[in-house]
């Protein structure tokens, strides 16, 4: 068997610690509303750690930043991936979740944890695959 290289580390790294995000996110949904921001804080880092490890598959770059949207647009332009309209408002709802919902806030959510699970695993659905395949 062949030792895995750097980059394979990498994904394959990528890969478990998005899990672990989502077995949280799975975890602090079934918790209930109180929960939403820390579950949606860990929808949104298993997106992005899934879209990272793709970064990696198709050998793009791998910026530092939260930004979903932006991580999404050099998959889809090298035809990696096909995002819907959805999934790009999906991500900029996850987005909200890297860093403002995670300070104490009065607003009501306007997502439950469960809404905001269903977004992430959407793009678990439509982006592990591509990075396991890569570790194959």
Do not use: W
């Amino acid at each position: 068997m062949q030792a895995p290289t750097p980059d394979q580390k990498r994904v394959s790294i990528s890969l478990v610690t998005a899990d672990r995000d989502m077995a949280a996110a799975e975890l602090l949904a079934k918790a209930g509303a109180p929960q939403y921001e820390t579950a949606g804080f860990h929808c949104q880092q298993a997106t992005e750690k899934y879209l990272k490890a793709v970064l990696i598959t198709v050998g793009l770059l791998v910026v530092f930043t939260h930004d979903l949207v932006k991580l999404i647009l050099p998959i889809q332009r090298v035809g990696a991936a096909h995002f819907t309209v959805q999934d790009m408002a999906d991500a900029a709802t996850l987005n909200e979740f890297a860093v403002e919902f995670r300070y104490e806030t009065d607003d009501a959510p306007s997502f439950t944890s469960a809404d905001l699970l269903a977004m992430a695993n959407c793009f678990r659905t439509k982006l592990r695959p591509l990075a396991q395949a890569f570790l194959s």
